[in-house]
């Protein structure tokens, strides 16, 4: 199949369709300038994934330290990003009744910016929003902390108990949370189709889902610009950008 006929082959199914998910990765908001991790360029090439386990932030001043650096850059880089394309496409799809829910790795809340409701998004590994601290549990505004971080203070504490505050984004060897995991096994066990978009499908559990999915007869799409480990599963894969692709099924979807 050429390009063309892949996609219509994919508006087919969604026509088919009423119970879509779709699984989002670092590579749908890289159009949107926010790099993704593991592609030249990406983040890790600036920072060392070491530094962003758990373990090491909670027992390690010095990797708290780095980690607020990064989390300085990476929170203004948030805020400025807009959604593209393939997430406005997904906003579409949800207003056409056909999407139930986002699984996404992403903490940019660019999905939600782009017009998905709240209760369709379900976000695996949280998001750069809130800080929380991991003591109190207590909920602190980013604005907040960022300012704190600006006048100088480096890695700052929580304000009610001193304890350790932490974005509140799932960090490496941190345990997944228990409300969103079951939020998006449920949606894959009642979905028809999933889409998995912009994800290299190697960071588990979430990377699993996807896979379940066709696992459980359903219609697997991939959609990413480099192969993934997951290709072999899919009904349908395509590999290039995700918002060219998401713009082309919508626009063959609306004909
Ligand atoms: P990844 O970095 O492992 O893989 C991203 C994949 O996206 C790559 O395979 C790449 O080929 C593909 N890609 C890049 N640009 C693309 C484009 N324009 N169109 C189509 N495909 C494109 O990312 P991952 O699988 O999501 O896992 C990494 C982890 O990093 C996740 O757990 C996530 O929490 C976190 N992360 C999030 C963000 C974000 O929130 N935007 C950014 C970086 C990393
Ligand atoms: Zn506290």
Known sequence: ????????????????????????????????????????????????????????????????????????????????????????????????????????????????????????????????????????????????????LLQGEEVPPCDHCSGILKPDAVFFGEPMPVDEMNRAQQSINSCDLCFSIGSSLVVYPAAGFPIMAKKQGKRLVIINRDPTSADQYADLVIHDSAGDTMKELLQMLNR
């Open 1 to 148: 199949m050429n390009r063309e006929e892949k996609i219509a082959q994919m508006a087919e199914w969604v026509k088919e369709s009423n119970n879509i998910v779709a699984f989002t990765g670092a590579g749908i908001s890289t159009e949107s300038g926010i790099p993704d991790f593991r592609s030249p360029g990406g983040i890790w090439e600036q920072f060392d994934p070491s530094d962003f386990t758990y373990q090491k932030f909670v027992s390690n001043q010095g990797s708290r330290k780095i980690l607020w650096q990064f989390f300085q850059n990476a929170y203004n880089m948030f805020t400025q990003a807009s959604p593209n394309p393939a997430h406005f496409a997904l906003a579409e799809m949800e207003k056409m009744e056909k999407l139930q829910a986002i699984i996404t790795q992403n903490i940019d809340s660019l999905h939600l910016k782009a017009g998905n409701t709240l209760e369709k998004i379900i976000e695996l590994h949280g998001n750069m929003e809130r800080v929380v601290c991991i003591d109190c549990r207590s909920h602190h505004e980013n604005e907040q902390i960022l300012n704190r």
